[in-house]
């Protein structure tokens, strides 16, 4: 693996929704080729760039609707053969391999797919690929807390940490694909130790997303938060003076540096089944493994691409340097996420 330099909310008013009917419904193969319907979770107003971007270059109209991941999920198997949708975009590998197994992807034969996204970051099959990564990183109050202490994720376990860690509920996606990564490093037993010794560690009963543990640590409700590495760089970037002073006060650490590497998830997504598009639906994944958009993930979002060689112009963001990634396999994880959850049930971590 390469080193590496987020009830359904459904936004679509009706003149959106009727386009996605017209699209399916339409005889004109021509005219259904020059539109692409678009489900997504992704809620990152910097990805509106990228989607003017395609249109612009392809001729090719997006329709969009946003929502929650589960609740997209759901949608799409409810409409069966008649989905209007041709491409689901989520962020979370489990949420990926969840929709693999429950067969709404369909495979993707594209050379440019397959030599462009490591075979890390994409189903062996086809059915989904990852074009954005994450990395899943312990951010500290740097007047509590010495970088040495915090090497790797065992460390937030230990004792001498209760009630100082802030994160998210256990149940989010990125907390979950943790917890599933340290099942496969550490064995069901270990693991439950220590999601067990995190969940007495805490400040605080989970909530809020990320940004707002990292807010914590920096007015000192706790001297540890666990975050996805581009809310950092977000307020790295930004030029208001309360996010300059969480930088001020908080700084990161990639962990288990010295052995496996930092836990990585992706955002990804992949060519639906019964997609009216197709033709158009391919073309719209291959572009998102293009240099063009990779460079949108990265400058607009944060994240890192997954497509080897991109130049950045996020000085931010590769300010944080190289580090080594865990190389578990991402599938790994989905089908580890249920026992995750069973995990953090048995231990209460909310």
Known sequence: MQLFLQAINLCAKASLVGALLASFLTGNIGAQDKVLNLYTARHYATDEALYTDFAKNSGIKINRIEGGEDALFERIKAEGPGSPADVFLTVDVARLWRAEQAGIFASVKSPSLGKRIPADYRDPEGKWFGFSARARIIAYDRGKVKPGDLARYEDLAHPKWKGEICTRSSSHPY??????????????????EWARGVTANLARPPRGGDTDQLRAAAVGECAIAISNHYYYVRLMRSQKPEDRKVVEK?????PNQGDRGTHVNISGGGLLRHAPNRDAAIRFLEYLASDSAQKYFANGNNEWPTVKGVKLANAELESLGQFKADALPLATLGKTQANAQRVADQVGWK
């Open 175 to 192: 907390n979950l694909s943790l917890i599933s990564s340290m099942i496969m490093h550490l064995g069901q037993e270990k693991a439950i």
């Open 250 to 254: 908080v700084a990161l650490v990639w």
